[in-house]
């Protein structure tokens, strides 16, 4: 027993469907076929910062729900910087030493962490002061991971984002209306772009394109001039007004959140062109519910493939998929090259091809 290799595995950052599919997969290869222990840490890095450190041992037998499960059964945290963490007493603290001692204490030989561009960023400075054998997943919504093509949960919310899209069309087009879909992606358009083109937008609005109200309206008077009375537009959560301002949320817990640009799209609609004007903000929805088939068959994938790379004593890299497989690349790298969308890629021109407004022109 005690020479049993142990592993330990977290999610970090905001959840999104198809992480309990990464645990559920580490679970069955650790376990089952290398006979392994697997430590499911609580709560990201508060679980191993935590006196005693959080942490459950998994079985395989409790482990099959987990494909169908959206969010993540571990918990997560996407607030309390660890270099900076907030302190109940108002003061905060430097707790990368608690969490390096919990990973020790846990007696852990590796650490897998899923995670965005951010928490990996964090887990690998720590992973580099700690000596902790590290290995990364990609997972956001935002898919704006370097590094990898795809990143777990970014197709469930493409996919959400897109029903949506699809419910909108009927009622606008029963009431003639121009209806603005709002969605995630911080800093990213990923998710408007891709589902716009999936669900027949009209107009997509993402932050890496600078757009003029102008030629928003002018696309719809086209469509109107054409008999067509109802417009679809989608808007990422990041993409600023027209004179550059970011929309945002009132503060909560001292962060500032987006929100509010499908509000100022559609009353500058409804100002300048007449058009009745509804505004659907998607939120959490998108990284809420049953993950996506392709979801879980990434997850599979990368749950196994991170665990080949503790086997094989590959650390201080990240699972990724690139031309229809999953290979491993240095964390570093991941993080380096943010992936926003690109404005010379197949789905910019794919837009344009078919006649969506981007609001550049
Ligand atoms: O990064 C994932 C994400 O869902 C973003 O798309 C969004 O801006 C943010 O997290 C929302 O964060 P929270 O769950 O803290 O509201």
Redesign the pocket.
């Given at each position: 027993m005690a020479d049993k290799r142990r592993i330990g595995i977290l999610t970090s950052?905001?959840d999104c469907a198809g992480l309990n599919a990464v645990i559920r997969a580490v679970v069955h290869h650790a376990i089952g076929n290398y006979g392994w222990e697997v430590i499911g840490i609580q709560e990201a890095t508060n679980g191993l910062m935590s006196d005693p450190p959080q942490g459950i041992n998994f079985n395989i037998e409790d482990i099959d729900p987990l494909l169908l499960m959206g969010g993540t059964m571990l918990g997560t945290t996407?607030k309390g910087n660890p270099f900076a963490f907030p302190m109940p007493d108002g003061s905060f603290r430097d707790r990368t030493q608690d969490i390096i001692n919990g990973y020790h204490r846990l007696g852990l030989e590796a650490l897998i962490g899923i995670g965005?561009d951010g928490s990996l960023a964090i887990l690998r400075k720590i992973a580099q002061q700690g000596g902790i054998n590290l290995v990364g997943i990609p997972k956001?919504?935002?898919n704006d991971v370097g590094a990898t093509e795809t990143s777990i949960g970014f197709d469930t919310a493409t996919n959400i984002a897109t029903e949506a899209l699809d419910r909108l069309h009927f009622t606008a087009a029963s009431h003639n209306r121009v209806m603005v879909l709002e969605v995630?992606?911080?800093d990213a358009g990923h998710i408007a772009l891709a589902a716009g083109i999936a669900g027949g937008a009209d107009i997509i609005l993402i932050p890496e394109i600078p757009y003029h109200l102008d030629n928003i309206y002018k696309k719809i008077r086209q469509r109107q001039a054409l008999g067509k009375n109802f417009c679809l537009v989608i808007v990422s959560?990041a993409v600023r007004t027209e004179l550059g301002d970011q929309v945002k949320e009132i503060k909560q817990m001292g962060e500032d959140?987006?929100g509010g640009i499908g509000k100022y799209i559609a009353e500058k609609i409804a100002q300048q062109t007449g058009a009745e004007t509804r505004v659907t903000v998607l939120g959490?929805i998108q990284?809420g519910g049953i993950p996506s088939p392709s979801d879980r068959l990434l997850g599979a994938a990368f749950g196994v493939a991170a665990v080949d790379l503790i086997a094989e004593g590959q650390y201080d890299r990240m699972v990724a998929w690139r031309n229809r497989q999953v290979i491993s690349v240095p964390i570093a790298e991941a993080i380096e090259t943010y992936w926003s969308v690109q404005l010379d890629g197949t789905l910019i021109k794919t837009a344009k091809g078919l006649g969506i407004c981007l609001g550049d022109e």
């Open positions: 950052g905001g996407n965005g956001t919504i935002d995630m992606g911080r959560e959140r987006y959490h990284r």
